[in-house]
């Protein structure tokens, strides 16, 4: 598709759709937002601040609306939408997240109303080795629906959903491959370096790691804001002004905040009991579910390496150097048993 | 799609008071089928005040309701209190993997439980006062505060025909009963250390208990324990329960110890 084609199929994607884009704002920020003109959107390899999980997983969600004891499911209204120029590792973040909400109807919900355009585009800065650089057979182990292969003039264009076919023809374009979605896993089984840091942070433990951290870290909770795959929710009641009505929602929590793991205390006027008080007990949370949970549960890595947290930490805490200090404490301790004997 | 969020609506038809902080509640059915095993909760709900995971109490073999014995303890469970018979309230589950009462079947158990943790443990009690021959001998060792923090008191006697129930209390108020923490126990009665044992506690319980039992030669795989935590969906997603690979919400909230003594996170689960 040439770069004319291209800006007249946005033209026909506005007619229908509302569709979300990395746009630079008049502070000089990359962010997500609605995209009025097509002179306005940006591919590139930068990586926008905030993640479409503000999009497929709105931070604050109505579940049901209550009326006395009756509870009535109340699902997103969301208009027809279409996010455009996903970079490939925010593809390998929504294809997560499909896992994970699978069952889940206020996330299908708005799946079912969303149309994923992804890029091959990926930024410079980036640690998981297998995003490093787009190859064609990356693409049937994610979840999307069109696809823009960068080339040197215009776009090699790749389906992967009906959806996104109905889309192509309608528009009246034919010079599309069709990709079937094989499953997250690959060929090749596991994601290495995934088995590896899993590996890493259950058998060869480096406490002085954790210490490190425990000091930097101000459980601020950017970090879980700004990352594509942190889904954490918890669940609140709020009531109407009117009596015996109001709204049972989810909204994102933080693994940072002190309530996070608060159960009962011995009665109401009582102190609440709490788990994980130290700092440094969060921050190695925050890693257990991204690099031990989710790859136990999902087979899928729980970090797509974007480097959001890095770049949004107070505390200047770098997740590629806490991987590499993960990865190295595990090598010495391998080295040092074989050289035990 | 089912929405597993979906609440079910349970008639409140009985309210028993436990202890002077405790009720024991009986609800109906919330639909067709419903069925639990020993170790299992459900989330109840009241709209305006949120959810909260709760141990079911009852019998198992009672198949027309079951119970929910709440302490009060915050927002949730001091509006179920003032709930009466005949009012509603919402149930989702049953969640959870229960206490493996199968492989207890002709050995000798033993039930240990402080504070409310008796509540979860009490339909493996019923179901053994039910069925006296299912088990070699149970033994139940029983450590609450004080008179008033006795739960199901009125179910002693009928417990001790089928079981070997002993009670101590951390400040009794009356010289009728034993003085300590559960923990004592241990030293006055000897249970065969090839039981298999079902723990219910509070959190600072499992150490102290945990350090008895396995000094005096009990199995890591035959201690069974159910542990609290905060939950919000109660389905493994919302990450609150998590301790190391687990979710207590639905791979717990019954662990044996041999899982959570090998569990390699600096984060100690108990």
């Known amino acids: 598709m040439t770069k004319n084609q291209f800006k007249q199929f946005i033209g026909f994607l506005l007619k229908h759709n509302l569709i979300i884009a990395p746009q630079y704002n008049a502070e000089g920020y990359l962010h997500l937002n609605e995209l009025k003109d097509s002179n306005d959107l940006y591919l590139g390899t930068e990586l926008p601040l905030d993640s479409w999980k503000w999009y497929m997983l709105p931070p604050d969600q109505k579940m049901f609306e209550y009326k006395g004891e009756k509870l009535k499911e109340t699902l997103p209204q969301i208009p027809k939408q279409v996010f455009l120029g996903v970079s490939i590792l925010d593809m390998q973040a929504l ?182 008080n130290k700092t440094g007990e969060k921050i190695y949370f925050w890693y257990e579910h991204h690099f031990v949970r989710t790859p136990d549960t999902f087979s899928l890595p729980g970090c797509v390496g974007c480097g959001r947290c890095t770049r949004t930490c107070p505390a200047d805490i770098d997740i590629k150097k806490t991987i590499q200090n993960i990865l190295s404490a595990r090598k010495k301790m391998l080295k040092k048993s074989k050289n035990d004997g | 799609m089912i929405n597993k969020y979906k609440t079910y609506n349970c008639k409140i038809l009985k309210i028993s008071q436990e202890g002077s902080n405790s009720k024991n509640f009986s609800l109906s059915l919330p639909y067709k089928n419903f069925n639990f095993t020993a170790g299992q909760y459900v989330m109840i709900s009241i709209p305006g005040f949120g959810e909260a995971p709760i141990s079911i109490s009852s019998d198992m073999n009672k198949k027309d309701h079951f119970q929910l014995t709440v302490r009060e303890a915050g927002t949730l469970t001091s509006e179920l209190h003032k709930k009466k018979k005949g009012n509603i309230i919402g149930i989702r589950g049953p ?44 033994y139940i060792f029983y450590g609450a505060k004080n008179e008033d923090a006795m739960i199901y008191a009125q179910e002693y006697d009928k417990w001790r025909k089928a079981c070997d129930f002993n009670l101590t209390l951390d400040n009794p108020k009356s010289k009728k009963y034993r003085k300590g923490v559960v923990t004592k126990l241990f030293d006055v009665k000897k249970v065969p250390n090839d039981a298999i044992a079902y723990v219910c506690g509070p959190p600072v319980m499992y150490k102290f208990v945990i350090d008895k039992m396995i000094k005096q030669g009990f199995k890591p795989e035959n201690i069974f324990m159910s542990l609290e935590r905060h939950m919000d969906c109660g389905q493994g997603v919302c990450q609150h329960c998590a301790i190391g690979p687990y979710y207590v919400c639905k791979d717990g909230p019954v662990f044996s110890y041999e899982e959570l003594k090998n569990l390699k996170t600096w984060l100690k689960p108990i």
């Open chain 1, 95 to 276: 294809t997560l997240l499909n896992q994970v909400f699978e069952k889940d109807p206020y996330y299908q919900e708005i799946k079912k109303k969303t149309i994923v355009i992804g890029t091959s585009l990926v930024p410079e800065e980036n640690f998981y080795q297998f995003f490093e650089k787009f190859e064609e057979n990356k693409l049937e182990h994610l979840q999307f629906d069109l696809f823009l292969a960068v080339q040197k003039s215009g776009y090699k264009i790749y389906s992967g959903s009906e959806d996104g076919q109905r889309l192509l023809d309608k528009f009246g374009y034919k010079n599309y491959q069709h990709i079937e979605y094989a499953g997250p896993i690959r060929e090749e089984g596991l994601d290495r370096q995934m088995v590896e840091i899993k590996d890493a942070m259950q058998n060869y433990h480096e406490q002085k790691i954790w210490d490190d951290l425990d000091k930097r870290c101000i459980q601020c909770g950017k970090c879980t804001i700004a990352c594509p795959v942190c889904f954490c929710f918890r669940m609140y009641d709020q009531a109407d002004s009117a009596k015996d009505t109001g709204y049972r929602s989810r909204c994102w929590d933080s693994c940072f905040y002190n309530e996070f793991t608060q159960v009962a205390g011995d009665s109401p006027k009582d102190s609440k009991h709490r788990f994980m």
């Open chain 2, 95 to 138: 969640y959870g993997r229960p206490f493996p009462i199968k492989l207890g079947k002709d050995k000798t158990i033993l039930i240990v439980a402080g504070g409310c943790g008796i509540e979860p443990v009490r339909p493996l009690i019923l179901d053994a006062v039910k069925n006296p021959q299912k088990y070699k001998k149970v």
